[in-house]
């Protein structure tokens, strides 16, 4: 390779490393995005985008990780993403890029001093050199995979709620990685008085050190998601745990009400008698006038004993006559085909507790939407040893899916409880080794939970 060869090569190798580099951010942030197919190549653009700026700005130290951090954030919701998770992406990107860049650096020096690149004849020192650097820029790109498959794979072992105080925890370590790499970049390669210097050469401990720091603020950042996650799953659990205290209570309070209820029935039957004698009497006496009285009050005390729909089993009516009363408040239409399962394989609690929160959500959705395209539409059938609940309910905007597969809440009032409803659905699936499924197309939403009988 001749001078020209190698200057065409020196031009193209930041090129290719920004199309490498572009490739492994596409597929680190793929899994995270709702909106996968077009996003793909906007990323890839944009990353590509932000380098060439870069190249024209780089007189100014960090003007790339600042630029495409702010890309990525400002693109969050074409990308699918939550603008804080797109942020901490970017970050946790950055700071990776920086680790195995600096760790390669410090190989590849030792590599230059125990196999130096002869300086005659010129062809071959030129050839060799272009061998090294794209050595060195394969090796970053390996090193940078699988650094990232490690964070991608943590990251989606659990979903992470990022609050401000979460972001700042989880984002700190790889933000002073970041800035260390700066740092460390800027001394790497030094020119005072005409001489060209190394870190390395002048301080050779920093040929280990500098790696070994690097790698320490990858561990760091990696262990900081574990504890935070781990954080979020007892936070979850504990709230989880409340929320059904709470739920199970209301339904022993409204199951005690039912109680009444039936029991006033019973009352009535034996009270019947006296009334169609008393009746009897009005008529024989001719007293129309009191006899009408008489039946109207009957009518008024009677229509206190109405519970509408039956589905097998007091839990259950409670809860699905409780959410028919407020649909008929709120001018929802509500369709109702539920049959509770018998034999007692399933604990009507746990049926309760999913009812409660589907229908919950259902009715909540459905005040967000004009009056006249209000719906919620139950159904739950029994299929040999399986148990099929569904809830579909019209929702108005957009719904945007966690990296677990729940929707994000949109609510902003007391958020340390609200996003927990489906969490808990899909908790009490699991004790019946099911699952949940939730589809939201066309307006219309609708969860399908699956539950296998316990033997």
Request: hydrophobic fraction near 45%; charge should be neutral.
């Amino acid at each position: 390779m001749n001078e020209t060869g190698f200057q065409i090569f020196s031009k193209m190798l930041p090129v290719g490393a920004q199309l490498l580099h572009a490739v492994c951010l596409t597929c680190f942030l793929r899994p995270f995005m709702t909106r996968r197919e077009k996003r793909l190549l906007l990323l890839c653009l944009a990353y590509l985008m932000v380098g060439l700026l870069d190249e024209q700005l780089s007189s100014v130290q960090g003007t790339f990780n600042l630029f495409l951090t702010a890309l990525l954030t400002a693109l969050a919701g074409l990308l699918g993403l939550e603008k804080k998770l797109a942020f901490l992406l970017a970050v946790l990107f950055l700071n990776t890029k920086t680790v195995s860049g600096l760790t390669l650096e410090s190989l590849f020096f030792l590599a230059d001093q125990w196999y130096p690149i002869p300086a005659d004849p010129m062809e071959t020192m030129f050839f060799r050199s272009s061998v090294r650097l794209i050595l060195l820029l394969l090796s970053h790109a390996g090193l940078l995979t699988i650094m990232l498959y490690l964070l991608q794979r943590q990251m989606l072992k659990r979903y992470l709620p990022l609050r401000w105080r979460e972001l700042c925890y989880v984002g700190l370590i790889p933000i002073a990685g970041i800035s260390f790499g700066q740092i460390v970049s800027r001394l790497l390669f030094e020119v005072k008085d005409g001489i060209y210097f190394q870190l390395y050469e002048r301080h050779p401990a920093f040929i280990a050190a500098v790696p070994l720091l690097a790698l320490l603020f990858y561990a760091g950042t990696w262990l900081t998601i574990v504890f935070q996650q781990g954080m979020a799953a007892l936070q979850e659990e504990q709230t989880a745990y409340f929320a059904e205290r709470q739920q199970i209570q209301a339904i022993r309070v409204r199951i005690h009400e039912v109680e009444r209820f039936y029991a006033s029935i019973r009352q009535l039957k034996h009270e019947m008698r006296s009334h169609l004698t008393n009746i009897k009497g009005l008529v024989s006496c001719g007293e129309y006038a009191s006899l009408e009285d008489y039946i109207a009050r009957m009518d008024e005390s009677m229509s206190s004993f109405e519970l509408t729909l039956q589905t097998g089993n007091p839990v259950t009516d409670v809860i699905v006559n409780d959410i028919r009363r407020k649909c008929l408040a709120l001018g929802i239409r509500f369709q109702v085909d539920f049959h509770y399962p018998a034999p007692g394989g399933y604990d009507a609690f746990d049926v309760g507790i999913i009812l409660q929160n589907l229908l919950q959500n259902a009715v909540e959705a459905c005040e967000k939407v004009n009056e006249d395209e209000r719906f919620i539409v139950l159904t739950g059938k029994r299929k040999g040893r399986f148990f099929l609940i569904e809830v579909k309910n019209s929702f108005e905007g957009e719904v945007v899916f966690r990296q677990d597969g729940l929707p994000v809440t949109i609510k902003k009032e007391d958020t340390f409880m609200h996003g927990i409803g489906l969490s808990n659905v899909r908790r009490e699936a699991e004790r019946y080794m099911g699952e949940i499924e939730i589809k939201a197309e066309n307006q219309k939403f609708s969860a399908t939970v699956l539950l296998q009988e316990k033997h």
